[in-house]
């Protein structure tokens, strides 16, 4: 079936707009993870929802970034008023049983 | 709090022979134990875990590892590399195998040469 999907796949932004990016699990995932990924770094948690509920929101770096899953299935990240140090690619996955599984993530470049 | 390091950042290799990319974790209480990799362009795809039973775990692609609780280590091997194995590996830890985030540690880059 089909993966994770996340949108857009690349997004370039001019500092103090905002963002919104995607993530659309596999159907019937319970869990949905948010990650950022800086370059030459591993995935550093964000948040995770578990349905519609967010169970953890301790890795959101501070109050411009939020985090959305109104129907417990597409979840949307938002950054506002980003800044350069937001450029990073952000990673959602979402989980099964013993395992996420990541969607291909979404290059943000801050200008 | 949970943590890994990779303490290789970069491993190159030539095809046919063998590689162990190192990872080593602390942690005050139990952990599950993962190891993902992620190919040019591509987003992360689980090699193994462990969650209980057997200390030696096999995952896709000929890899495996094997858990060191004394160690606190999950070293990841395979006996004979190809060059589709070049890629970036990153070994995680989570507190629960199926509900709670995972913290990565920072990546070992493996090149195969032919």
């Known amino acids: 079936g089909a993966g994770v999907s996340q949108s857009p796949r690349y997004k370039v932004t001019k500092r103090g707009q905002d963002v919104a990016l995607r993530c659309d699990p596999i159907s019937g995932h319970v869990s949905l993870y948010w990650y950022r990924q800086a370059l030459g770094q591993g995935p550093e948690f964000l948040t995770y929802f578990n349905y519609e509920a967010q169970q953890d929101k301790s890795g959101l770096p501070n109050d411009r970034f939020s985090a959305e899953r109104p129907e417990g299935s597409i979840s949307t990240l938002t950054i506002q008023r980003t800044e350069q140090r937001d450029s990073a690619m952000y990673r959602c996955?979402?989980?099964?049983?013993?395992?996420?599984?990541f969607g291909p993530g979404t290059r943000l470049t801050v200008l | 709090a949970q943590s890994v390091t990779q303490l290789d950042s970069q491993v190159p290799v030539f095809e046919e022979a063998p590689v162990e990319l190192r990872c080593n974790y602390s942690?005050?209480?139990?952990?599950?134990l993962f190891w993902y990799v992620q190919y040019p362009n591509q987003g992360l795809q689980l090699l193994l875990k462990?969650?209980?039973?057997?200390?030696l775990v096999k995952g896709i692609n000929g890899f495996e590892a094997e858990f060191n609780k004394s160690q606190t280590s999950f070293h990841l091997r395979k006996p004979s590399v190809h060059i589709s194995d070049t890629a970036e590996y990153f070994c995680?830890?989570?507190?629960?195998?199926?509900?709670?985030?995972?913290?990565f540690g920072t990546g070992t880059r493996l090149q195969v040469f032919p």
């Open positions: 995680a830890v989570s507190l629960s195998y199926n509900t709670d985030k995972l913290i």
């Open positions: 996955a979402s989980s099964s049983h013993d395992r996420q599984f």
């Open positions: 462990y969650l209980s039973g057997s200390t």
């Open positions: 942690s005050s209480v139990s952990v599950y």
